[in-house]
C-alpha cells in the first residue's frame, strides 16, 4: 500500500475486487496508478488502485497468460526512511538550498570559532552593531534571504542582536552548530530491602528449602563508566610532520639490498614505526605493487623501482595537545574575560607583527587589568594568538610538557613568542631536542645553545659552560649525537 506503479500495455480497472464486478475505466500505457489495497482473494492478483485523476477500483498485477500488468516504479518509504525523505524534500524547498546558510535552522545553538563582526542589517556595509570572540554561544534568529547565502541574524548570551557571516570571503567557517546534548538515561526506581517476613508462608505439600531469596543490587556499589582522560606522552609532531612520507628510488644494482635501504630510510625519516600496509612500489613501467605482490626476480626492464610510503593520520598530534590546553583555558576565564581576550589577541597581533615593544606593553597592560593569567613571557601559548606562536612555515611541537614552535624546514625548536634565540634543534631519528650549533666569530670555537642556555664547543668536541668554565658533555665524533655529564673542571679535561 502506497506504492507509485505504472501500468504496461492497458489494465482494466473494475469497481470491486470480484472479476464479475462492472468495468470502470481502461488504463493506458505509461500511466502511474497508487496502491490504495491488496486484495484477499484466491487469485492473489488484485489490487486496488486511484490514479492522478478521479478513477479509482481494482486491476489485476499480471494477465491470465502471466504477463505483468503493472510495475512498482517508487515503493512506499516508511519510518525512518520516509522521515529523511521528507527532510530531504523540505531542505530542497528552501530559499537558501545548496548555500552556506543551509545547514541552519532559526532556533540553533552555535559557536562562534572565530571572532565575527555583528552588523544592524544583513548587508555588509550596514553599521557595526558588536564584535563577538571566538567561542561565544550564539542562537539564530533569522536565516538570510541576500545572494550570498552567508548571512544570519543571532542574538549572543547578553542579548545582543544583529547579522553574522557564516563563512569568511576566502571561505573559512565562522560557525558551526552545538552538538545537541544526549537524552538522558531514566532514572532506576529505588530499590528497598527485602526480607523474607514480608512475604507470608504459603501452604504447599513441597517441603521448603532454606535458600534465602536475592537481594537487590545496591545502586551504591554501580560506579559510573567514565571515559579515559588523555594523557599527553613526551612529545608529539604535528599532524603534518606526522603524515610525511617519502620515495626511495631503487635500481637494478641495489636490488639484493631493498630490505636494508627501506630499514636506514625509516631510521633516517624518524619512524619508528613503520606501517608497511601504506608502502607501495611502481616500477619503470608504471605498474603499481603492494608489499607481496612484486615478483621475486625482477627483470633489469622493471628498474628503476620507486617505493613510495605515505603513513596514515595520526591519532593524536600536537595539535590535539594545543586544541585541548586552548580550550580548558578558555573555559576557565569568565565572560568579560573572554570579550577582552579577543581584543588583547587582535593587540598582540598588530604588536608582533609591527615588531613594536611598546604596543606588546600596552596590550599586557589591558591583559593585566582583565585578569588574564600572565606569566615571565606574557599570555601562555594557550591563550596567544596562533599567528604570533606559529607563524607561518612554523609547526607546534609538544616536548616535555611544553608546547614549542619549531620551523619546518630547519627544525629549530623555539618558545613562542621569542624567536630570537632557539631552544634547540628537533632531532627526528633520535625523536628529542638535541643542542642547536650558532656561528661565531671566534676561530677555535663554536657555540651552541640548548633551551636558553649557551655553551662553548672546543675543535676537540668538548662542551664548555662559560660562566663556570667547566666542561659539561662532549659531541661524540662518529655520531654527531650530544651527551651532557657531570661538570669537570676545564684544567682537567684538557688532559683527558
Given at each position: 500500500?502506497?506504492?507509485?506503479?505504472?501500468?504496461?500495455?492497458?489494465?482494466?480497472?473494475?469497481?470491486?475486487?470480484?472479476?464479475?464486478?462492472?468495468?470502470?475505466?481502461?488504463?493506458?500505457?505509461?500511466?502511474?496508478?497508487?496502491?490504495?489495497?491488496?486484495?484477499?482473494?484466491?487469485?492473489?492478483?488484485?489490487?486496488?488502485?486511484?490514479?492522478?485523476?478521479?478513477?479509482?477500483?481494482?486491476?489485476?498485477?499480471?494477465?491470465?497468460?502471466?504477463?505483468?500488468?503493472?510495475?512498482?516504479?517508487?515503493?512506499?518509504?516508511?519510518?525512518?526512511?520516509?522521515e529523511k525523505r521528507i527532510e530531504a524534500a523540505v531542505k530542497a524547498a528552501r530559499h537558501d538550498h545548496g548555500?552556506?546558510?543551509?545547514?541552519?535552522?532559526?532556533?540553533?545553538?552555535?559557536?562562534?570559532?572565530?571572532?565575527?563582526?555583528?552588523?544592524?542589517?544583513?548587508?555588509?556595509?550596514?553599521?557595526?552593531?558588536?564584535?563577538?570572540?571566538?567561542?561565544?554561544?550564539?542562537?539564530?534568529?533569522?536565516?538570510?534571504?541576500?545572494?550570498?547565502?552567508?548571512?544570519?541574524?543571532?542574538?549572543?548570551?547578553?542579548?545582543?542582536?544583529?547579522?553574522?557571516?557564516?563563512?569568511s570571503s576566502d571561505g573559512t567557517q565562522l560557525l558551526r552548530k552545538v552538538k545537541a546534548p544526549l537524552p538522558e538515561a531514566p532514572a532506576f526506581p529505588a530499590f528497598s530491602p527485602v526480607t523474607l517476613e514480608e512475604y507470608p508462608p504459603v501452604e504447599s505439600k513441597i517441603v521448603e528449602t532454606k535458600k534465602p531469596r536475592p537481594q537487590a543490587p545496591s545502586l551504591s556499589t554501580v560506579q559510573p563508566s567514565t571515559l579515559a582522560k588523555f594523557v599527553e606522552p613526551f612529545f608529539l609532531v604535528s599532524s603534518t610532520r606526522a603524515q610525511r612520507g617519502f620515495d626511495l628510488e631503487i635500481s637494478y644494482l641495489q636490488r639484493e639490498d631493498i630490505e636494508q635501504l627501506l630499514s636506514e630510510k625509516f631510521a633516517s625519516e624518524g619512524i619508528q614505526e613503520p606501517s608497511y600496509d601504506h608502502l607501495k612500489l611502481r616500477d619503470a613501467t608504471g605498474k603499481w605493487y603492494r608489499p607481496g605482490e612484486a615478483p621475486d626476480v625482477p627483470t633489469p626492464d622493471l628498474f628503476p623501482l620507486t617505493l613510495y610510503y605515505r603513513p596514515p593520520k595520526p591519532q593524536h598530534s600536537a595539535e590535539t595537545v594545543l586544541t585541548l590546553r586552548r580550550r580548558e583555558a578558555y573555559e576557565a576565564l569568565s565572560p568579560s574575560q573572554r570579550k577582552g581576550l579577543s581584543e588583547v589577541q587582535r593587540q598582540l597581533e598588530c604588536a608582533y607583527n609591527a615588531q613594536n615593544n611598546d604596543l606588546v606593553d600596552r596590550a599586557m597592560r589591558l591583559a593585566h587589568s582583565l585578569g588574564l593569567p600572565l606569566g615571565t613571557g606574557g599570555l601562555p601559548s594557550s591563550l596567544m594568538p596562533e599567528s604570533v606562536c606559529f607563524p607561518k612555515g612554523n609547526e607546534p611541537l609538544l616536548y616535555d610538557g611544553h608546547i614549542y614552535s619549531m620551523h619546518s624546514t630547519s627544525l629549530l625548536v623555539f618558545d613562542p613568542p621569542d624567536f630570537s634565540v632557539p631552544m634547540g634543534m628537533w632531532n627526528p631519528q633520535r625523536q628529542r631536542v638535541d643542542p642547536a650549533v650558532l656561528q661565531n666569530e671566534h676561530p677555535n670555537r663554536s657555540d651552541i645553545v640548548h633551551f636558553g642556555k649557551t655553551f662553548h664547543m672546543l675543535e676537540q668536541g668538548h662542551i664548555i659552560d662559560p660562566d663556570s668554565q667547566q666542561v659539561v658533555g662532549m659531541i661524540r665524533p662518529m655520531t654527531g649525537d650530544f651527551e651532557f655529564f657531570d661538570p669537570i673542571p676545564l684544567q682537567v679535561a684538557e688532559f683527558m
Open positions: 500500500v502506497g506504492d507509485i506503479c505504472e501500468v504496461i500495455g492497458a489494465a482494466l480497472v473494475r469497481q470491486a475486487e470480484d472479476l464479475q464486478s462492472p468495468k470502470v475505466a481502461q488504463l493506458l500505457d505509461g500511466c502511474r496508478v497508487e496502491v490504495t489495497q491488496i486484495g484477499s482473494g484466491a487469485s492473489g492478483k488484485r489490487i486496488a488502485i486511484q490514479d492522478t485523476g478521479s478513477v479509482h477500483g481494482w486491476v489485476s498485477v499480471v494477465s491470465s497468460s502471466g504477463e505483468a500488468l503493472v510495475r512498482i516504479i517508487e515503493k512506499e518509504l516508511r519510518g525512518a526512511a520516509r548555500k552556506h546558510t543551509a545547514r541552519f535552522e532559526v532556533g540553533d545553538l552555535c559557536h562562534v570559532i572565530t571572532s565575527v563582526i555583528v552588523r544592524k542589517e544583513e548587508a555588509l556595509d550596514s553599521p557595526q552593531v558588536a564584535k563577538l570572540p571566538d567561542r561565544c554561544q550564539v542562537e539564530v534568529l533569522e536565516i538570510g534571504s541576500g545572494p550570498s547565502g552567508k548571512r544570519l541574524c543571532v542574538r549572543d548570551e547578553e542579548g545582543v542582536s544583529g547579522w553574522i557571516s557564516v563563512v
